[in-house]
């Protein structure tokens, strides 16, 4: 591959139902860019990027990835009976790292997070901002050089919103992490290069708000 580590080729996605939500879109993010993917129908958005995140596969097409990759889900995955810590170490222990290498790898991103105090909780009893900040710690163990997130932010409060989009600028620019984000909710949270609108199946490239 070129200097880009993410790439769609190609890429078709229809919806349940038949409608069509990305038509042979090409597309490629660079290292340690940092890309917003936003449109006007939130459900073909979200296709979009469950195919990019690899949940879906494309009807047709390819993708194509460079680097470890981590993603960050538009709804926190029902793990009731898990404890914090359980959930922040799995995406390491599904990859083979003992517990407790995982738990060094991971125990600085937790107290800078504010999950310390609470990561014994079930995450049952857990707000909706800290399941944000817990998927965010969970994604960042594995110190990914790539970061697909869905739109998880719609569920935040503004100020949330605000919180969440400075923790995850601090560990992308730490670890040099290359971003595509979905979503409008992550609209003047996050600082972003490039902006693409999807509509009617294509992608325009719009200016970034990058304050």
């Known amino acids: 591959m070129d200097e880009r580590s993410f790439r769609m080729e190609q890429v078709t996605v229809w919806r349940r139902g038949g409608r069509l939500a990305a038509d042979r879109l090409s597309f490629g993010l660079g290292k340690g860019e940092r890309v917003l993917l936003a449109g006007e129908e939130p459900e073909d958005v979200r296709a979009l990027f469950e195919t990019a995140a690899g949940l879906e596969k494309p009807q047709e097409g390819r993708i194509l990835v460079e680097g470890r990759k981590a993603f960050l889900p538009e709804q926190f995955p029902y793990l009731a009976s898990l404890r914090a810590v359980e959930y922040l170490l799995l995406p390491q222990l599904v990859q083979g790292i003992p517990r407790a290498r995982a738990w060094?790898?991971?125990?600085?991103?937790?107290?800078?997070?504010?999950?310390?105090e609470i990561r014994t909780n079930r995450v049952s009893f857990?707000?909706?901002?800290?399941?944000?900040?817990?998927?965010?710690?969970?994604?960042?163990?594995?110190?990914?050089?790539?970061?697909?997130?869905?739109?998880?932010?719609?569920?935040?409060?503004?100020?949330?919103?605000k919180a969440a989009g400075k923790l995850l600028e601090q560990w992308t620019m730490r670890f040099g992490t290359a971003v595509l984000a979905f979503g409008n909710a992550w609209n003047g949270n996050f600082p972003f290069q490039r902006k693409l609108v999807l509509w009617e199946g294509r992608l325009r490239e719009i200016a970034a708000d990058l304050m």
């Open 104 to 116: 060094e790898n991971v125990r600085e991103l937790v107290k800078e997070s504010g999950l310390w």
């Open 126 to 161: 857990l707000t909706e901002y800290e399941k944000s900040l817990l998927m965010i710690a969970a994604a960042f163990s594995i110190y990914p050089e790539i970061l697909i997130a869905g739109n998880f932010m719609y569920t935040l409060t503004a100020g949330e919103r």
